[in-house]
């Protein structure tokens, strides 16, 4: 089992950056992607971006391209998202979520809480 500890939200005016981090232990070795979803006020829970951990290719949501960008270090076993010209909309509480090979995803924090001011 993968162990993640999210960091990094905060209350943001529009246009604001933030960067969110991951870090992931216990079973790192076993890890296939890593990434990020978001549950904002009264929405649906969606993924916002996630990334590959050996080859890095990644996917983003199209409501957050260009702006995002999402990053790996795999020596520190961390998990990063810079978020830039942050929206009104991307106030959520961000979860990090590991997916191991073979398995479905798995997130087990409590969450950060992103606030963008307008």
């Known amino acids: 089992q993968v162990q993640l500890v999210e960091s990094g939200g905060g209350l943001v005016q529009a246009g604001g950056s933030l960067r969110l981090s991951c870090a992931a232990s216990?079973?790192?070795?076993?890890?296939?992607?890593m990434g990020w979803f978001r549950q904002g006020p009264g929405k649906e829970r969606e993924f916002v971006a996630h990334?590959?951990?050996?080859?890095?290719?990644?996917y983003y949501v199209d409501s957050v391209k260009g702006r995002f960008t999402i990053s790996r270090d795999k020596a520190k076993n961390t998990l990063y998202l810079q978020m830039n010209n942050l929206k009104p909309e991307d106030t959520a509480v961000y979860y990090c979520?590991?997916?191991?090979?073979?398995?479905?995803?798995?997130?087990g924090g409590q969450g950060t809480q992103v606030t963008v001011s307008s």
């Open positions: 216990g079973r790192t070795f076993s890890i296939y992607r």
């Open positions: 979520a590991a997916q191991e090979y073979g398995g479905s995803w798995e997130s």
């Open positions: 990334n590959s951990w050996i080859a890095g290719i990644t």
